[in-house]
């Protein structure tokens, strides 16, 4: 029997899973069918959304001046997918200086309602209003005393009966090809959570420094970051009067803890006149100027560019790039150094 020849074309075998048949590539027609669809699921989405913000009133504004009043803390509580977005509607409240708890309903009717007490206030998301975890807790939040915010989608259900306050997103239809899946009703109740924590937010004093000190990690927390939280004080701060011989200013940075690579220079007052750096030494070194007893304020650079210690260090940053040096002296409002800021610290902050 003759071979086939070896440039026969042979045909594409495609590798099922295990358990799935083999699918061929989509067609062209398929993907952008699928396109269509995906924007029709952000669409209907937004719609949701956009529809929400029709219901806003009394209720509303009740809600917000019940969680302000709050003297306890938020228990945000909810089951299945409105449990996930109440987690993070408890996270984003706790982000913003409001004390918030999520509790899973499951678990609160074995012992997890000793997390709430009086003085609390509940919010309680569900879509249809009658998940039935949540329904058993609303006699414990009444015997509490613990005032309930429903958000749900059905201002008639069980749930919103059983509550202070309703936040009603009314009858959404779901992005899903069978209308099952929580999907717009989901983003809906997540951006009315997020528009209920973010009215809370203007309603109260609390600033970038307040947000700053809820979130001393990363890109977020350097950048309201102070001088005052990263400069060199104390035994560490390199001080020496404008009349030191240089031999002791030398002393002084080679021994000064962290070995900072210049001394501010300051008169009988404290006040800053002037720094003397590394750089400043290795050059008169070159230069054959190897007289230590001068007095510093004869060799010094006069009129250093400094800092305050509420200087943002990003902008303290900013300011050394620009005029190429590794230190910067940092003084009160009558001019007294109290401090250095070293390229070093900035390193390991990762400012730079």
Known sequence: MARSPRSAAKKPRLRALPGRPAQAPASASDAESTLAYARGVLEAEARAILGVTERLGDAFLRAVQLVRECTGQVVVTGMGKAGHIGQKLSATLASTGIRSVYLHPAE??????????????????????????????????????????????????????????????????????????????????????????????????????????????????RSVQRVYELMRTGNANPLVLDTAPLAQVVGVMTKTPGRPGAACVVDKTGKLVGIFTDGDLRRRVEAGLTDFTVPVREVMGKKPRCVTPETLVLTATAQMRELKVDQLPVVDAEGCAVGLLDVQDLLAAKFV
């Open 108 to 221: 609160a009717v074995h012992g997890d309602l000793g997390r709430v007490g009086r003085g609390d206030v509940i919010l309680a998301l569900s879509n249809s209003g009658s998940t039935e975890e949540l329904l058993r807790l609303l006699p414990a939040f009444k015997r509490m005393a613990t005032p309930v915010i429903a958000l749900t989608g059905d201002a008639q259900s069980p749930l919103a009966r059983g509550a202070e306050v309703v936040l009603d997103i009314g009858p959404i239809e779901e992005a899903c090809p069978m209308g099952l899946v929580p999907t717009a009703s989901t983003a809906a109740l997540h951006a009315l959570g997020d528009a209920l924590a973010m009215a809370l937010l203007r309603s109260r004093p609390f600033g970038t420094e307040d947000y700053a000190l809820l979130h001393p990690g990363g890109k977020l927390g």
